[in-house]
């Protein structure tokens, strides 16, 4: 009897201190996880917690300054949808930046200047490095 | 070529629908004759499995680029070694190699337990057959790496560079060997639920596999660390990507299980648990495979997406319906009988403790990991956590994982001491650790997180020594090699606090600088000056590299020149950091060349200095190392 009853608190201790850990650290470190479509959509809301973009590089406004660690550049929707966002960066230039790949980019939308300020941009890589062979 | 390695798969995969339907047969019947027949399909299996493999590895190391799979990995230049590597680096061949490391595994297990109990080896043996016929499905149908193409390519397209470090020789291949590894486990814990065998025999008899799968999972994942801090030039070496992820989940619940079985073994006492974590660690293991796979999640890693993603799925329920159809009608007969005194201040409590503390930092990291997927599920909007979350939340798992690692050693089963015989022997712990806290705070690094971490994992490492210590006093210096079950368990434990250290030290006490400078200027960073030198340049077998000699001055004196680069590989046109590293047991200088330009004349360089970052690398090595020895000679029973 006084063993079931150490096991239940003990369950109750743990599922409580588990559920406090997660609900707090949640809510203050979670972001939308987005489209770019969805951000055009209603940037005012997300900004609230900050948002992370999957999209792809386009060649159109594309500038890059090593020096300054600036990156300007647009990306495309990929899930079909015909949107495109400006996004700018600044801070060390991931290798494998170029047009064409898909970044997934974390940060805030500027809703006067419609641009996205990207506190991070992450480049998809390494495994996923399959292009087709095309003969030439 | 292809067609050769093809049909090598589908002699394979008939092998394994005979051996699966035969082991099951026998599993029925317990017919000695039908085993014995499946015995040799699956061997079959496995040598066909190896044939298609050796195809493949020829195909890859002799540049056949008609055969896709070789064209998409590597090229003419590529050198030799990591041409061989080409059979793990993509989708179809790292599946390839998983498949066949299950036969290889299987046909290890058919010589082991040949005098076994024909019903439980049987069961043991379907398992694996039904685990290594998935995978050659898979790379018959869904993704075949014997695939080839209407013409023949001139060269392939080589591979991403990033993939061309030594790492990518280990990492792969042990982590795998860690994922292959519980097919075994669990096959026994299976086995004895349908022999309705609730002794330890099982526990007992995969001690050793189950170690060794662990080393090899441990071995990996920090490889995969350390690789990408070699490599990928960010300075770190774990980012919670939902691909490292996927690696830690099997590690946390398979620690578990060590220490589950244990109990089971000697206690017969928390063996639903045991049973459970075995399922958990192979499942979580397809599971990361899973979410790498088939797109669901945005990573670094992510292959491209497939349909592979809905074949693990469909396989994880299939098997975890298997195991709890046969654990469920076992449930009575394993649980904890409940006349045994149950006391949480005892060795047994502090085990059953640390499985809750395993499973629970299991399920918050992988809530975290698939929060797009469940958001998106229960919300109109998909909403995803970063770094910061699980740093906030693993946090204090960690904590209690280093308390209750650190007491467990100084305390009895059952916990039968006197309290102040306990305080005694806690004394020497407890006073490192406030003085491990009272020397941060005084050198002013109060910061209070990284403080009570220091300070538990300096509790930690004391008890240890104490207990060795009072175990060589009582009983010489002979207890440390006749009882290695335990000190084997005391080294890894030794290694876990190294490991913790430099994490805690690297995580909280780094530092981190960026630069544009003129060649020949200086600057100062982290105690020392560093001077920039002109950019040159080499050209190496595949790649030109360019680089930037920096002479590292501490005080007056040149201690010595680093040479951060920047390579350019044939095949790609952007370039690829390489970054120079100086270790030292008390830190690690990193430099980046993150720019420069002949024409304008400057280099940029990101310089990060990490503390003790060298001892994740030494723990990883006393915990291997520790888990061996622990298996090593012929078990005593503990003291």
Same mark, same amino acid.
């Given at each position: 009897?006084?063993?079931?009853? #150490? ?6 201790? /743990? ?6 850990? /997660? ?5 203050? @470190?979670?972001?939308?996880?987005? @489209? ?7 940037? @005012?809301?997300?900004?609230? #917690? ?15 300054? /090593?020096? #300054? ?9 990929? #899930? ?31 809703? @006067?200047?419609?641009? /996205? ?20 | ?63 056949? =680029? ?20 080409? !059979? ?151 980012? !919670? ?19 589950? $079985? ?193 300070? =538990? ?42 490991? $913790? ?12 600088? *960026? ?32 680089? $930037? ?38 830190? *690690? ?25 060298? !001892? ?24």
């Amino acid at each position: 009897m006084k063993k079931s009853y #150490k096991f239940i608190l003990a369950g109750v201790v /743990f599922v409580c201190v588990v559920g406090y850990l /997660f609900f707090t650290s949640f809510r203050s @470190e979670s972001v939308y996880y987005l @489209e770019v479509s969805e951000v055009k959509q209603n940037p @005012e809301k997300y900004n609230a #917690k900050g948002m992370r973009v999957t999209g792809e590089v386009m060649p159109e406004d594309l500038s890059k300054d /090593f020096k #300054k660690q600036y990156l300007a550049f647009t990306i495309k929707d990929i #899930k079909g949808s015909e949107d495109t966002m400006n996004v700018v960066y600044n801070g060390i230039i991931p290798d494998t930046f170029k047009v064409g790949i898909h970044v997934i980019v974390e940060g805030k939308y500027d809703t @006067e200047n419609h641009i /996205f300020k990207a506190a991070s941009v992450l480049t998809k890589c390494p495994s996923k490095y399959e292009a087709d062979v095309e003969q030439k | 070529m292809g067609q050769l390695g093809n049909l090598f798969q589908i002699l394979g995969l008939f092998a394994g629908f005979a051996a699966f339907g035969m082991y099951a047969y026998a599993v029925a019947t317990q017919s000695k004759e039908n085993a014995k027949l499946a015995d040799w399909f699956m061997l079959g299996q496995t040598a066909a499995a190896s044939l298609a493999s050796c195809v493949l590895v020829y195909a890859l190391a002799t540049g056949y =680029f008609k055969m896709e799979y070789v064209a998409q990995y590597t090229d003419l230049k590529l050198p030799f070694v990591y041409k061989i590597s080409g !059979w793990w680096a993509g989708q179809a061949g790292s599946l390839l190699f998983w498949g066949w490391l299950v036969t290889v595994f299987a046909a290890i297990e058919i010589f082991r337990t040949k005098n076994y109990d024909t019903k439980y080896r049987s069961a043991v043996l379907a398992t694996s057959a039904l685990t290594s016929t998935f995978f050659l499905i898979l790379t018959i149908f869904v993704t075949n790496p014997f695939h080839e193409l209407d013409f023949f390519p001139p060269d392939g397209l080589g591979m991403n560079p990033l993939l061309q470090n030594p790492g990518m020789l280990y990492h792969p291949p042990t982590l795998f060997l860690g994922y292959v590894g519980f097919t075994i486990t669990v096959g026994h814990a299976l086995a004895a639920l349908m022999s309705r065998d609730t002794s330890a025999a099982w526990a007992a008899d995969t001690r050793k596999w189950t170690m060794i799968t662990w080393v090899f999972l441990t071995i990996g994942i920090v490889l995969g660390g350390e690789w990408a801090y070699v490599e990928l030039g960010w300075g770190g070496y774990w980012a !919670w990507d939902p691909v490292e992820n996927a690696s830690l989940l099997p590690w946390l619940t398979s620690t578990a299980l060590l220490h589950s $079985a244990f109990m089971y073994e000697r206690k017969g006492r928390l063996k639903i648990w045991t049973h459970m974590l075995a399922l958990l660690s192979f499942e979580l293991c397809l599971f990361g495979t899973y979410i790498t796979r088939s797109g669901v999640l945005d990573s670094v890693h992510t292959f491209s997406k497939s349909p592979l993603g809905y074949f693990f799925l469909f396989f994880i329920v299939l098997t975890t319906a298997i195991f709890v159809r046969y654990l469920m009608p076992m449930m009575q007969n394993l649980a904890d009988k409940d006349d045994v005194k149950f006391n949480f201040f005892s060795r047994d409590g502090l085990f059953f403790l640390s499985n809750w503390l395993f499973l629970g930092l299991t399920i918050v990291i992988l809530v975290g990991t698939m929060m797009p997927v469940l958001s998106g599920m229960v919300m109109s909007d998909k909403i995803t956590v970063g770094i910061p979350y699980y740093n906030k939340v693993s946090a204090p798992f960690f904590m209690l994982l280093l308390l209750a690692g650190g007491l467990a050693p100084l305390m009895s089963f059952g916990g039968t001491e006197n309290r102040n015989e306990l305080i005694r022997k806690l004394m020497p712990s407890t006073i490192a650790m406030v003085l491990a806290m009272v020397y941060l705070a005084a050198t002013g690094k109060g910061h209070p997180l990284p403080m009570v971490l220091t300070g =538990f994992t300096t509790f930690s490492l004391v008890t240890i020594i104490t207990r060795i210590v009072s175990s060589v006093k009582a009983g010489g210096v002979s207890v440390l090699t006749s009882n290695r079950r335990f000190f084997g368990g005391m080294i890894v434990h030794i290694g876990v606090v190294m490991v $913790a250290y430099g994490v805690i030290a690297s995580s909280f006490y780094n530092l981190q600088k *960026d630069v544009v400078v003129a060649p020949g200027e200086q600057f100062e960073f982290a105690g020392y000056d560093l001077k920039v030198g002109d950019i040159s340049f080499r050209q190496m077998q595949n790649y030109v590299s360019a680089y $930037a000699p920096v002479s590292v001055y501490k005080g007056d004196k040149k201690v010595l020149t680093l040479a951060p680069e920047r390579r350019f590989y044939e095949k790609n046109e952007e370039a690829f950091a390489e970054v120079a590293i100086n270790s030292k047991l008390t830190g *690690d200088l990193y430099l980046i060349l993150s720019s420069y330009s002949k024409t304008e004349n400057y280099v940029g360089i990101q310089a990060v200095y990490q503390p003790f970052i060298t !001892w994740i690398w030494i723990g990883c090595v006393v915990m291997v190392l520790g888990g061996l020895y622990g298996i090593s000679g012929r078990t005593k029973r503990d003291a």
